[in-house]
């Protein structure tokens, strides 16, 4: 679980992040880099998605959405039947919470990032 989101700082299972993150399956991977800092592509999240095979990706784009998300992300999860959340990070950090609550996030890959 998610314990706090703050711009530029997220703690999960008590352990402080201060660059942005994946979750899959429980697992963080931290230090998490785009090929465009404010952009996320393809390329950015497949091999993660290929190996988790997920039913859910969130996406958080940061505290002001300035991360902006391609169509080919889009594409990949409607072809794939992954059900896709681009949002905010604090309304991202809250559904992956609640996929947690509803014990869901082993299907999730959550992909954050923790700045603008």
Known sequence: ??????FGK???NNKIYTSDIIICKEEVL?????????????????????KAKPKLLVIGCGANSVMSVLE???????QNKIELYILNSYDA?????KFVQENKHKECV???????
Request: overall charge negative; some cysteine.
């Open 30 to 50: 931290p230090n998490w880099l785009r090929k465009e800092g404010h952009q996320l592509c393809l390329d950015d999240i497949k091999d993660v998605l290929n």
């Open 93 to 97: 950090v809250n559904l992956y919470n």
């Open 10 to 12: 997220i703690i999960v």
């Open 110 to 116: 959550f992909c954050c990032h923790l700045t603008c």
């Open 72 to 78: 080919e992300v889009k594409t990949y999860c409607a």
């Open 1 to 6: 679980m998610i314990q706090h989101y703050e």
